[in-house]
């Protein structure tokens, strides 16, 4: 089995920064993928930004150039620094990995995190 366990939101003014943090623990062979999801009230779950393996990334175009997505490998930790912060950035946050349990297989599972509130006051 797999947690990943979240930190870092919290309320900030607009034009601030906050940085999440995801770490993955337990059974773990390779992540493939660790992302960042986010849903406003009302509103449907929308990526925000994920980063492979590799370290290639992508993102949604509303965060381009103000987000950034890094990730320790060694820690299977992801990192979501969130600069320029704006009031339509308010959401419950989410971490998503993909992840290849053993060696023995090929087959990846879909985690989420608990998700963590990111309020940005205007």
């Known amino acids: 089995q797999v947690q990943l366990v979240e930190s870092g939101g919290g309320l900030v003014q607009a034009g601030g920064s906050l940085r999440l943090s995801c770490a993955a623990s337990?059974?773990?062979?390779?992540?493939?993928?660790m992302g960042w999801y986010r849903q406003a009230p009302g509103k449907q779950r929308e990526l925000v930004a994920h980063i492979g393996s590799s370290g290639n990334t992508n993102y949604a175009e509303s965060v381009k150039g103000r987000f950034t997505i890094s990730s320790d490998n060694a820690k299977n930790t992801v990192y979501l620094q969130m600069n320029s912060l704006k009031p339509e950035d308010t959401a419950v946050y989410y971490c998503n990995a993909i992840i290849r349990p053993s060696i023995l297989t090929y087959r990846t599972s879909d985690y989420w995190g608990q998700g963590t509130q990111v309020t940005v006051s205007s």
């Open positions: 337990g059974t773990i062979y390779r992540i493939n993928v």
